[in-house]
Structure formats: C-alpha cells, structure tokens
C-alpha cells in the first residue's frame, strides 16, 4: 500500500486526504479531515487537518506516507483580493505606453518600477546595453522597501542576457529573490511577460510561508516524502520548483479541483463549478480532459502568461461579503468580490461578539456601519512603522471591534484598508454562510449570531424609507436567492463563451432566461450537460444553481475534498521551448542562451533537440518526476514567395511527463524529502 496526503488550503478551509494509491475509485480514499485555514499562521491548520486525518487511521501509519502534494487558493486570491507583498520591478527596452497596456500599475507601485533602455530585437541581437551601476544604485535603494524584484527585457525569449545580467547583479546587491521573465514563459509579448513576473515576485513570499509551513508540519508528525505543489495546469512540481516560480500556483486549487472532479465523477463532458469561500471557479470539460488556456491565465484584472487549466473565476464564494446599497443598480443586496469572515464563524470563536450585535439590534435605528467588524490577524508581536496602522491593530488585540469604533476618521479607514490588502486585518460581516446557518443549513456554526446580523443590516433603510427586508429570515433568502441568480448566469456565460457565442450582446436575453420569461415568447437558455459540482457548500447551493441553469447538479461523494484529492493523483510536467530563426539568408539561429548560428535548419533543429532535452530532464528531476517521459513538438512557419517555401521560424517543444517520485522511510526516520525541505 502507498498512501497519499494531499492538502489544500484554501482562503477558508484547509482540507486533507490519506489516498490509497494500490486502489482504484472512491474507496481509494483512505480518510479526510477538514480543519479553518489560518491564516496569520498557516501551519496550525495545516497540522489540524493532519492531525484529524491521521487520527482516523492511527498514528503509527504516518511513516508509510510516500508522497504529500499540495493544492492551494493562497495565490489566486491575493490577486483577486489584490493582496500580495510589494516588490520591484526593473524593465529593459519597453515604452511607458507598452507597459501601461497591460494594467501594471494595478501590479507594481509607481515608485517601485525602474524603467531603463536595454533589451534585444526580434533576432536576439543588442539594441542597447545595460547601465550596470544605476541598476546597482536603485536595487539597494529599494532593497528594504520590497520583499522581491522582477526583471523583464524586451525580447529576453529570444537573448535572455539582459535578464540574467540583471537577475545576478540584483541578487548579489540585494539578496532578495529575482524573478525573471522568461523563465515563465516562451512566448512573445514582452510587456505581458513583465506583468507576470512582476506578479511572481509579489508572491514569493506568500508560497514560501506556505510550503514551510507544511514542511514543518510533516516533520513534527514523522513523515519523510516528497512535497509537492499543484500548478495551475493541474501538473505536480515539488515544492521547492514552486517556490520559485509561484505565479504558476494560481489557480492551483481550482486545477486540483477539476482534476479530482474527474477522478471522483467520472466525467467526460459539461462543466465543473468548484465554490469555495472567496471565488467560484468553472471549467469546461471535453473528452475527460479539462482545456488549457490559450492566452494565459486570468485572474481577478490579470491577464498573465501563465498556462492553466481554462478556468472562468468570479469574486463570489461562501464567504462573500454582503453590501447593502440601495443605490446600486443591482442592489440591495449585493456580494463581493470581497471575503469576510462569517459572523456565525467568528461568532463561534469570540461569544463576546453576541453583546455587541445585542446594543446595535437595540439601537432605535439602523446605521450603515452596524453588523460591521474589523478582526486582528496580524501575528503575535507584529511591528508597525506607521502610527495609524499601528493604533488600529492596537484596538483590535483583545478581539472583533466594530467597524465605527475600529477607525474614527479618514486616514484611520485609509490606514485599515492598508492593512487588509497586506493581511493583517479582515473584516466580518454577513456573508452566504450565515445566510445558509440562518435557514439551517449549515452545522457547526452559530445560527444566533448569524441571525442577529441579518436583522441588523435588514433594518437599513432604502430609497423610499422602508427596510431592507422584514426579518433575518427573509434578508437570508435575498442573499442566498443573489448567489444562485448569479452563479447561474456565471455558469450559462461561461457556456455560451465555451461554444464561441459572445454572451455580451445576449445578456438582457440570459436575464430573462433567469427570471423564467414566458410572455409573447419563451426565452430559455440552458446547458446541454449535468452540471457537476465541487466545493464545501456544493450541496447547499447548486440544486438550485443547476437548476435555474436548465440542468441538473451531480455533486460526488468527497465533493467537499475534492481539490485535496486532485493534488495526488496529477502528474509531474515541466516543458521548454526554444525558437530557430533565419536572421538572414542561409543561417538558422537557435534562441537559447549563447545564440548558436547553424547553415541548415536540421542542424539547427538538432542542436536545439540536445540543449532542450538536458535541460528539461534537469527540470523534471528537480520538480519531483520518476522516470519521465520526454514528448517533442515542432511548430514551422513558412512564408510562399515566388512559388517556393522561404523557412521564417519554428518552434521546437520538448515536454517531459512522470508521476512523482514516492518514498518510504522507515518508522522513527523522518528528515529530509527529495526536494530537499524538511518534511
């Protein structure tokens, strides 16, 4: 028997499965556990959820562990959530205007981009050369301002010299992480390729917490094997390999999802919906396998150049917070994209919180602010430079404080807000989860608090003088009838874009196929499929959801695990491209890092074929493969002139494909993994 630990730690729950890899089908699942994602200090739920899913089989059996991978939502939501730490970026040979295009500004601080003249042209030759010393002069000037820096030259995939130049100079300068663009993609697009670097950068730190905090968890529980991370392709690379290159774990989650969707469901087409506490995540599936985007990965207003599984994802979850606004042209009641935390959660955690809801039920009239908290999840002993931030988390040391208390003027809110992008504090209010407590359907959480938070914030009042609802009971039903409404029309979107249909001009139509038109004409849009569902509360939501999208809902044994189940049963997959080129008549130039020129194109092939193979069996072995297969491609593109074939460029791909690594350590002889973490 080889047993399995997969993980996810999501934005709300950290889930964990023991997974039989001798068996096939859903009694390969040994035992699962589920414990809150901590998130000031990611390795207490980590060890809950491991400690819960070891004590259903007994202790003794965490020694034959041969394999741990991770899945994790930590990357896609802070950049849906617009978190992550700062981190500079250097760029070499763009335009303000090219970059700008991109939406960087929404990725890096102004004062935290050096733009200087550098990069290469479309034949990897110099079109200027580096300014050493002004590099070194602004990296140390921004050394302890940013937790990583990124680097991007204009057409750096076909030299990467400036890149590399750079990268070593920084690192040597600086010792923070650097993060270069073209070791995330191949493809061109330079400004592109400086956004997702940049984006790596911001979450480095993130991933690091994380994989360490997992490492420390299997040592102090005596497991000793591999660790992996799920990529956002729904491939497996060892922890160490993402480290690295984080960027390429958004979307992780939702890929394991998918993956484990297939293994549990048996599905072979439709689309999968996986619902967590933050997003909701849509796949389309056909012929059992999930589409890889082609474009690069979008998350939250990110286009990014990072393969993925080809996942639609909307800022709507469990968690999602509930706004009141009666101006709003979807109003009342609207959710997200922002998380709360769940008052019947936190309800739970700080009974205290029951006196405070009591004084604003008993106030003689509601108040925007009312059923607002602002909750400390700062670690212990955490330091402040800026005096606002540091008397705001002051305030909140001894638990939930109500949001008009928590900040009194302006540049005190300005100062919360700084501290929820870094993490430090969150909010909590209603969200569906107490919407759902309020009506039953959720255990383990306090209904009571759910239900006072309700009647605070349905006593508002709108635009002509009356509440918001009658009751908890009815506000509860609005908010839950919002996130079915528009998770439907979410799914049918993702349908219609999936069959080449813009829905843009058809959204009035997708409207009334919701509200169920059936006037001088029937309006109905619906899926052709079962909708197959994933997530924690998949079965409080999406009878309804599949429902209103003209379908039916499977939802699987182990749906609520099925993103932890994914992350051990993927494979290991890293590829390398490289691009032949014909700079002029009768030399063919290979775009790898000495630009070797060749006087025929096999030549050139050939040379290529050897570099690449080496180099992406160095990669496999370092992302944790077992004996990988090697898969090559060659794109060629040719121009017609004068009746014959003139060569333009082609581009040659080798992809190496393993399942990990498994290792068996004797009982008592936890220590190092392959990768080389503690673990």
Known sequence: ??????????????????????????????????????????????????????????????????????????????????????????????????????????????????????????????????????????????????????????????????????????????????????????????????????????????????????????????????????????????????????????????????????????????????????????????????????????????????????????????????????????????????????????????????????RQLAAPMGHPNHGNFLVSTAPAGATLTDRREAEVLARLSDGPVPLSMATTTGLEQRAAARLQSRGLVRAATMTPTDASAIIGFVPDADAAAAHKVAAILARQTNSNGGVIASDAETLAHMVIDVLTERSAGFVLRVALESDSIDHRGSDALLAASLAGHQKAATVAVSLSAPLTAIGASAATYYDTVAAKAGTVAIIPDFADVANAVGAVVGRVRVKRSATITQPSRGQFRVHLEDQATFGSVENALAFATEWLQVAVRADADRAGADTPELTETWDERVAHVNGKDIFVEGVLTIEASGRPGLYRSEPGQAGLGRDGLRG
């Open 1 to 358: 028997m080889a047993l399995m630990l997969g993980i996810d730690t999501g934005g709300t729950f950290t889930d964990a499965v023991l997974f039989d890899d001798d068996v096939h089908g859903v009694a390969a699942i040994v035992a699962r556990a589920k414990a809150p994602t901590t998130h000031h200090e990611l390795s207490i739920g980590v060890a809950q959820a491991v400690s819960a899913v070891l004590d259903r089989v007994g202790r003794d059996r965490a020694a034959t562990i041969a394999l741990v991978s991770v899945s994790t939502t930590l990357a896609t939501n802070a950049l849906v959530e617009g978190h992550g730490e700062p981190a500079g970026l250097f760029s070499f040979g763009f335009s303000a205007a090219e970059l700008e295009r991109t939406g960087l500004s929404t990725a890096v601080a102004p004062d935290l981009l050096t733009s200087m003249d550098g990069g290469h042209d479309a034949h990897g030759n110099e079109r200027s050369p580096l300014d050493l010393e002004a590099i070194e002069h602004r990296a140390t000037a921004l050394a302890d301002r940013v937790s990583a820096f990124a680097v991007a030259s204009q057409f750096s995939v076909r030299n990467p010299a400036h890149e590399q130049q750079a990268a070593a100079l920084i690192r040597s300068v600086t010792g923070l992480p650097v993060t270069a663009s073209h070791e995330l993609s191949a493809k061109l697009d330079g400004p592109r390729r400086a956004l997702t670097a940049a984006l790596n950068a911001r979450l480095v730190g993130t991933i690091d917490r994380l994989n360490s905090a997992v490492a420390l968890v299997l040592e102090q529980h005596g497991i000793d094997a591999p660790l992996m991370v799920v990529r956002g392709d729904g491939s497996l690379v060892s922890a160490a390999f993402a480290g690295a290159r984080p960027i390429e774990t958004i979307l992780s989650g939702p890929a394991a999802s998918v993956i484990g969707a297939l293994y549990l469901a048996g599905l072979v087409d439709g689309l999968v919906v996986d619902i967590g506490g933050t997003t909701t995540d849509v796949a389309v599936i056909a012929d059992g396998r999930p589409s890889i985007t082609d474009g690069g990965a979008v998350v939250g207003s990110h286009r990014t150049m990072v393969e993925a599984v080809a996942m639609a994802t909307v800022g709507l979850g469990g968690d999602s917070q509930v706004h009141i606004d009666t101006r709003h042209e979807h109003g009342p009641v609207l959710l997200g994209p922002e998380r709360a935390i769940p008052i019947c959660r936190l309800a739970m955690a700080f009974p205290s919180l029951h006196s405070e809801l009591d």
